[in-house]
T-cell receptor
């Protein structure tokens, strides 16, 4: 079945450590996105990528980094510079970001907790 | 910039009650409008969408009409079920070539038997 797979589902990190969240899609989508979800704040865009080897900062990119070496994969690294990393992280993809009437498809999310 | 405003929640209803969740937006031109649903511990799923004025999106008994004159896209259902308990997000994608998907804050719906 086609879809987006995020792993792991739950992740615990010690303060000061970097951690990488995985996102893989087999939908042949060009565009991929990372969102952060906090209670009562909706979804906020961290980074997005419209094509392989290219990505742009979203609204809250500080303390995060990404790469897009393959069309299928868009991993997110939460660095020690992110002051409040505990959140639910959602990865999404769409056919093409420039096509305004296309929806985004979401993974099941990764819940990151700093301990 | 683009923005989406949803009514404050949470909302608690009895089974078979009518549901309306308000959503208004600010955007230039003619954005595409979406409703997403999120069940506990899961990602978001597209519930319905509308891409031009006066379009009605519908799915699983839910409906929403794209109202350009009132910049609204209210979600309605005539008879809710316990299984409809979830968080509902209104979203828009603007007209521009590089427009992003902008979400409202979401509203939690709880349906009791």
């Amino acid at each position: 079945d086609g879809g987006i797979t995020q792993s792991p589902k739950y992740l615990f990190r010690k303060e000061g450590q970097n951690v990488t969240l995985s996102c893989e899609q087999n939908l042949n989508h060009d565009a991929m996105y990372w969102y952060r979800q906090d209670p009562g704040q909706g979804l906020r865009l961290i980074y997005y990528s419209q094509i392989v080897n290219d990505f742009q900062k979203g609204d809250i990119a500080e303390g995060y980094s990404v790469s897009r070496e393959k069309k299928e994969s868009f991993p997110l690294t939460v660095t020690s510079a992110q002051k409040n990393p505990t959140a639910f992280y959602l990865c999404a993809s769409s056919v093409n970001r420039a096509r305004r009437n296309t929806e985004a498809f979401f993974g099941q999310g990764t819940r990151l907790t700093v301990v | 910039g683009d923005s989406v405003t949803q009514m404050e929640g949470p909302v608690t209803l009895s089974e078979e009650a009518c549901l309306t969740i308000n959503c208004t937006y600010t955007a230039t031109g003619y954005p595409s409008l979406f409703w997403y649903v999120q069940y506990p511990g899961e990602g978001l799923q597209l519930l319905l969408k509308a891409t031009k004025a006066d379009d009605k999106g519908s799915n699983k008994g839910f409906e929403a009409t794209y109202r350009k004159e009132t910049t609204s896209f209210h979600l309605e259902k005539g008879s809710v079920q316990v299984s409809d308990s979830a968080v509902y997000f209104c979203a828009l994608r603007g007209e521009g070539a590089n427009s992003k998907l902008t979400f409202g804050k979401g509203i939690t719906l709880s349906v009791r038997p």
